[in-house]
């Protein structure tokens, strides 16, 4: 693809924003950059590009509408009016995932989900490296695909998160193997109904080709009903049954339907039921790239895991405390709560992405000692809930932590486990957990563990 001389918008500055202007920068094209946030530390982004053509501000109509390709950061929807006139005038809008693979060489995977994305990539990273195999981790988890571009090599492999914001504006993207993990209710502030949340990650799977690989979730419902669809060798995995292909869990063990084991996931560092879907998706990805089992294995009983998703932050005075503030929707917090048999002292609340917590009632009532309300969807989740587990209310989260340890006793569990996102309080979910760890250490008195 020659992109000489085309007149090109990048639409929004921020991590994506400025590693396609990175690359473009190279392709002596017109570049100009529209992002709202006028912002001294964007500006001084900005200020190393002298061929670039910044407007700080509100988006400018004439200057969508006059370009020959717009690629848009994945933080702006595609329906603000200056990306539905230049649509009716019929230019192409691109993620940024889009223009990178027209011009990497390699292998890409793709993995996407509504939970445990990180994790699985992460994972499968490690997975592939075992293979003494060049393995780039990337996407939404980290570097921009985009990055990679001028120094691929056609044996390396990327292995690629991908949010559903990134997939809403592909085109002909198509890693040659796709991964689903799990689909669940997100995202509501975003998309009018579930179905359209469901059906931009399923655009994961509509390039795929005969030789291509979909690896599927047999316990998600939604996707036995689609896989149809899918024109490539369907991959499956379970955690609940044998599926018709593919890889299952029973006891610890995860093996191929013909009974052969993978690995046993009991001996790695991971634990909960959402980490056995993750690394179910993670061997599932491994075995189809060539990797041994034992080399599986090893890489299963080194990995950490990440930060703030069931990360055991303290243990003082025989209560346990968990950051879990990745989970930003009620699937992650459903997972969560069932990998603990009870005794729960739950911290929830932050801004409201729309998702219905009254899924979490059952598990509420059964494993939740207490249940402490910050944000601004409190009162919300306590409309929903509040009728079996009456909740407490706190203005801040380290108030909450507080409060915490007054109300627990040895063998309690104290999890932070939002089921929303940050950013009525936090710059991010990683902020979030940053504070709530200082607060459990000032609290508690103890290290961190």
Request: glycine share 8%; charged share 25%.
């Amino acid at each position: 693809m020659n992109l000489k001389e085309k007149r090109i918008l990048v639409a929004g500055f921020a991590r994506s924003g400025q590693a396609v202007v990175d690359f473009l920068d190279g392709q002596e094209a017109q570049i100009v950059v529209s992002e709202q946030r006028d912002v001294p530390e964007l500006k001084d982004a900005a200020a190393k590009y002298r061929a670039v053509r910044f407007e700080f501000g509100p988006h400018n109509v004439a200057s969508f509408v006059s370009c020959d390709l717009i690629i848009l950061s994945p933080g702006i929807p595609d329906t603000i009016p200056p990306l539905v006139e230049a649509r009716r005038k019929g230019i192409p809008i691109w993620s940024e995932i889009e223009l990178a693979f027209h011009f990497l060489q390699g292998t890409l995977i793709g993995i996407t989900g509504t939970n445990g994305k990180s994790t699985t990539t992460e994972l499968t990273g490690a997975i592939l490296k075992e293979k003494n195999q060049r393995t780039f981790v990337c996407g939404n988890i980290g570097t921009p695909l985009v990055r990679f571009c001028r120094e691929s090599r056609k044996e390396d492999y990327y292995v690629i998160e991908l949010s559903s914001f990134q997939l809403e504006t592909i085109r002909d993207f198509r890693p040659h193997i796709a991964a689903l993990i799990n689909l669940a209710e997100d995202h509501l502030d975003r998309y009018p109904s579930l179905e359209s949340y469901f059906e931009a990650k399923m655009r994961l799977f509509e390039n795929l080709r005969q030789n291509d690989f979909a690896v599927l979730n047999f316990d998600d419902p939604y996707l036995r009903k689609r896989a149809e669809m899918i024109f490539a060798n369907r991959f499956w995995f379970s955690r609940k049954e044998i599926p018709p292909s593919g890889i299952y869990a029973k006891d610890g063990l995860i093996r191929t339907i013909s009974g052969g084991s993978v690995l046993n996931f009991s001996l790695g560092k991971l634990q909960g039921i959402h980490n056995l879907e993750n690394t179910l998706c993670a061997a599932s990805i491994g075995l189809l790239c060539g990797v041994l089992p034992k080399q599986m294995q090893h890489a299963i009983e080194h990995f950490r895991g990440l930060p703030h998703r069931m990360e055991l932050i303290a243990e003082a005075n025989g209560v346990r405390f968990y950051d879990d503030s990745k989970a930003t929707n009620v699937d992650a917090v459903v997972k969560s709560l069932e990998s603990f048999p009870g005794q729960v002292i739950l911290i929830m609340g932050g801004k409201d992405k729309g998702c219905d917590y009254r899924l979490l009632r059952d598990l509420v009532k059964d494993r939740v000692k207490a249940l402490l309300l910050i944000g601004e969807a409190k009162d919300k989740i306590a409309e929903a809930l509040g009728d079996v587990k009456k909740p407490e209310f706190f203005q801040t989260l380290e108030t909450a932590v507080k409060g915490a340890a007054s109300r627990s006793a040895a063998g309690d569990v104290v999890l932070l486990s939002p089921a929303c996102s940050s950013f009525d309080m936090f710059e991010n979910y990683e902020h979030r957990g940053k504070v709530f760890a200082e607060a459990v250490m000032k609290t508690t008195k103890t290290p961190r563990h």
